[in-house]
């Protein structure tokens, strides 16, 4: 298997997951990973389909610098080019990316105050490690728009994007998904806190910080936890591998 071909099996496991636990939204949303050293050579879900029939080989290779593709009946969702297009073309780091409207993340972002504050281990994860854009501009489907929210990263590898969602940034796909999956948990807890109407018991910045800091030693798990669930959708529905 070459190392395009397994990064391909990585990344339609990633739809399936979030399929299976109901981070997508309906044919939208989209993940992509690079190919190549610069970048600019990507995978990411064709048009319109739908996570759960993504698989290896029904995933679309793009080049970030020819956009001639648009032109054509191949062309990927416009707001999909304008966000990974230029995250890719402009940040060969960001070798994976994730970005989904997941329930508890898009209900954090669209209040006046979309921070995940450090209220246990997993919101404590984020903390002074996300970026957050609150310019929303509606559907990204210009150039400028798409330049707009890959310089909100400001070198971070996630961002919370206000009235929108969330993207995430991975070396990996595992990383990627691991920071997604905590991500989500981090803004349930922050949803279901603030439910309560009781104050918010939030650390202290030293201790945040170090929390925070805390999570390097596990950077491992996302790499298990991401393998583990590959062998469960190898039970359910091995076709991601196709």
């Not at 048009?47 to 032109?71: E, G, K, Y």
């Not at 707001?79 to 780091?93: N, Y």
């Amino acid at each position: 298997m070459t190392a395009e071909d397994a990064l391909r099996v990585d990344l339609a496991a990633a739809f399936r997951l979030i399929y299976a636990m109901d981070m997508h939204e309906s044919v939208a949303n989209h993940l992509s990973a690079a190919v190549c050293e610069d970048g600019e050579q990507f995978l990411m879900n064709r048009r319109w389909m739908h996570f759960s029939n993504v698989c290896a080989s029904n995933l679309q290779l793009l080049d970030a610098c020819d956009p001639s593709i648009m032109q054509t009946e191949q062309a990927p969702d416009i707001s999909a080019w304008t966000i990974h297009g230029s995250v890719h073309r402009a940040i060969p780091s960001a070798r994976v990316i994730l970005h989904v409207h997941s329930t508890y993340a898009t209900v954090l972002s669209t209040l006046k105050d979309p921070r995940i504050l450090p209220l246990d281990n997993n919101s404590a994860r984020f903390f002074n490690r996300i970026a957050y854009d609150t310019d929303f501009s509606g559907i990204a489907t210009h150039e400028a728009e798409g330049c707009r929210i890959r310089d909100s990263f400001a070198g971070k590898k996630a961002l919370m994007m206000g009235n929108h969602g969330v993207t995430v940034l991975g070396d990996t796909v595992a990383e990627a998904f691991e920071t997604l999956y905590y991500l989500e948990k981090a803004c349930k807890t922050m949803v279901l806190a603030y439910s309560t109407g009781q104050p918010l018991n939030v650390l202290n910045d030293d201790l945040a910080e170090q929390t925070a800091a805390s999570w390097d030693a596990f950077t491992g798990a996302g790499e298990a936890h991401f393998a583990q669930l590959k062998q469960w959708l190898d039970k359910q529905d091995s076709s991601y591998r196709d």
